[in-house]
């Protein structure tokens, strides 16, 4: 019976020499002490301390002083410090490749694959560097830097991008390349305001193409409007930033697929860039809390029903009467109901059918 043949692997080991193990073993056979080793070179006690603890670079000039001093030669000193430190930046990339693998996990792959923003990898290393060449860093490491560290990230108070920030800064990259291709006008607050207002009509008679009617009106005014699906562990329905000085964005998710709620959404993020700092970024879940939040919720309400009108919906009881108050502000009459709804005047059972439910065109 033939012996079966054997397979062998390369031993790499977790740990390098460096060249100082050599030079104690080196002056101990000689009898020579650090110190004395230190007059023979001309280097300090400390110097010679630290190459025998791998702590100081043994220099081409430090190497002929060594062979000077012990007898052996030059090239031996060169190339023991040349493995060593080859073999400490070997030991570091295992780690970072087996840190980025673990990374790797964590980013929903497969939804991006879905979407057509991956390509389809049967290998996990090319899989990782399309991953990183999506987020635009060079790895995990400057990936958390980039989204955990950054302190102008203010969206990370955000539920979403606590539980799950992977899913979280996949979905606002998302977002993020395609306002680079929106080629927007530099930003202008009022061209903003007259599109918004003009934006807010389109919510009563609502054209087939009014995604692309959204963007063309918020590009001309320095603002790029997108639309992205939302990811499956990233539960939001908006986001608000600037991208530069002149250009903001204003990113929506696909969560919600009725007209009061997307269009409430639309105008909240619409306030933070008309009213909040350019610094900040956005991040709308329903959980995030705070002034600015408030700020942004009363200027989506006053801006769909002005202030003026707001004591009539209390005397709404019809679908008849909401859908004429609706017309009489120019609005949808969903956006009325889920207004009535959220204040309490009626329960979340009622009127729904008033209510727009429409599949958005990803695009």
Not at 48 to 55: A, E, H, P
Not at 268 to 277: F, R, V
Request: glycine content about 6%; hydrophobic content about 40%.
């Amino acid at each position: 019976m033939p012996t079966p043949k054997r397979t062998e692997y390369p031993l790499e080991p977790d740990y390098a020499v460096a060249p100082g193990e050599t030079l104690q073993e080196t002056i101990d056979a000689l009898g020579m002490t650090q110190a004395e080793l230190a007059v023979r070179t001309g280097l300090s006690t400390k110097t010679i301390n630290l190459v025998i603890k791998g702590t100081h670079v043994v220099t081409q000039d430090t190497a002929i002083k060594l062979g000077r001093a012990t007898g052996v030669p030059v090239d031996v000193w060169n190339r023991l410090e040349m493995n060593y430190r080859r073999r400490l930046a070997e030991i570091e990339d295992r780690k970072r490749i087996a840190a980025d693998h673990e990374w790797l996990k964590t980013i929903p792959t497969k939804e991006l694959i879905a979407l057509g923003v991956l390509p389809t990898c049967s290998d996990r290393a090319d899989l990782l560097k399309a991953v990183f060449g999506f987020f635009g860093v060079s790895s995990s490491e400057a990936w958390r830097r980039l989204w955990l560290e950054n302190p102008s990230t203010a969206y990370r108070r955000s539920q979403c991008f606590a539980l799950n920030p992977a899913a979280a800064a996949t979905w606002l990259r998302l977002g993020e390349l395609k306002a680079q291709k929106v080629e927007c006008r530099p930003y202008d607050q009022a061209k903003f305001k007259k599109a918004l207002l003009e934006i807010r009509c389109l919510t009563a008679d609502l054209p087939d193409d009014f995604q692309d009617v959204i963007v063309n009106r918020c590009k001309g005014a320095g603002v790029a409007a997108v639309f992205v699906p939302e990811l499956k562990k990233c539960p939001v329905s908006g986001a608000a930033r600037w991208l530069t000085p002149e250009k903001a964005l204003v990113q929506l998710s696909l969560r919600y697929k009725t007209d009061d709620q997307i269009w409430f959404s639309f105008f909240h993020e619409a306030g933070h860039i008309l009213n909040d700092s350019k610094k900040q970024f956005y991040i709308d879940d329903k959980t995030t809390q705070g002034e600015q939040e408030k700020k942004a919720n009363q200027f989506a309400q006053d801006f769909l029903i002005p202030p003026a009108r707001r004591a009539e919906l209390q005397s709404l009881c019809s679908e008849e009467g909401i859908a004429t108050f609706a017309g009489k502000i120019g609005i949808a009459p969903g956006i009325v109901v889920g207004r009535m709804q959220r204040e309490g005047i009626i329960l979340f059972s009622r009127f729904n059918g008033l209510k727009r439910r429409f599949q958005w065109v990803v695009q």
